[in-house]
């Protein structure tokens, strides 16, 4: 059964970055057809979508994130790994990752504060 965690800092500073990474278990982020995705959910919002990896190694971003956010990945920690710049309290969010063949992250709170 696939797996899928996310971690990183619960806490981050205005005009930061965020950083967070999602871990794979139970399968291969090189798998073919696996597209791993990056969404939030702000406190009272709907989800957004950020953007994916794509199991060639190449993202893809919403255009809402494009100019302030990267996706890369380490395939020997079977990991991807989201950067999002200039962070401000509007970036306050649940943030998951999923694969919709596999299921979703539990989640993990991100909340930016100074």
């Known amino acids: 059964q696939v797996q899928l965690q996310e971690s990183g800092p619960g806490l981050v500073k205005p005009s930061q970055t965020l950083s967070l990474t999602c871990t794979v278990f139970g399968g291969s982020i090189t798998t073919i057809n696996y597209y791993l995705h990056w969404m939030r959910q702000p406190p009272g919002k709907g989800l957004e979508w950020i953007g994916y990896?794509?199991?060639?190694?190449?993202?893809l971003y919403s255009p809402s994130f494009s100019s302030r956010t990267s996706i890369s990945r380490d395939t020997s920690k079977n990991q991807i790994t989201l950067q999002l710049t200039s962070v401000s309290p509007e970036d306050t969010a649940v943030y998951y990752c999923a694969e919709w063949g596999s299921g979703w992250g539990q989640g993990t709170l991100v909340t930016v504060s100074s």
């Open positions: 990896m794509r199991y060639t190694g190449s993202p």
